[in-house]
């Protein structure tokens, strides 16, 4: 079995996701392939020989994130006093594609391949997912969702997360296989 997680995270806290979510994919699963990786570094072969593919991002003006979303979350964390690693992961990851420029170039999939999709988001009224946005393109792309999308919260807009998402985002990952 070959499990995919690919992320994008401007601060991190989607990275974190991913990775607590890989670790369960990997503690339910021990003998399967579990790679988590950005969606910069997600080529689309990867994508070609997975059993099972998870993606994730963080939530921006109530969807996925867009070129100008990218652009505000770098501006917002430069010259922050001590963001430094949260600003240079903005700027990092506002340099390459996003998820919705990944998703347009992903090739669809044999029937029977399964995935999942997740967010991060504030626990704010109206706050919106990038799940649903995620989880749409995944079915787009003939994809078959094992669950439903999940959003996990961010205490503030650049972290950290909420105690116990990364709990969470374990067992989710381990159900999923
Ligand atoms: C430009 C921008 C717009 C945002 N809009 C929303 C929103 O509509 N709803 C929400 O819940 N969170 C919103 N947020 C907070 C993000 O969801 C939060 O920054 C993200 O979950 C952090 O994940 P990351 O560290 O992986 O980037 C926004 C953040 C930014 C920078």
Known sequence: MQALIVYESMYGNTREIAEAIAEGVHEAQPDAS???????QADL???RTADLLVV????H?????S??????AVKAEAGKDGHREQAHEAATTAEGPG????????PD???GTHAAAF??????KHSGGAADGIARRLTQHHYDLTTEPEGFIVEESDGPLRAGELERAKSWGAQLV
């Open 34 to 40: 579990v790679r988590c990786l950005p969606v910069a």
């Open 45 to 47: 072969d990867l994508t």
């Open 56 to 59: 994730g991002g963080p939530t």
């Open 61 to 65: 003006m109530h969807g996925m994130s």
């Open 67 to 72: 070129g100008l979303s990218r652009r505000m």
């Open 99 to 106: 998820l919705r420029t990944w998703f347009r170039s992903l």
């Open 109 to 111: 999939t044999e029937p």
């Open 119 to 124: 967010d991060t988001r504030a626990d704010i």
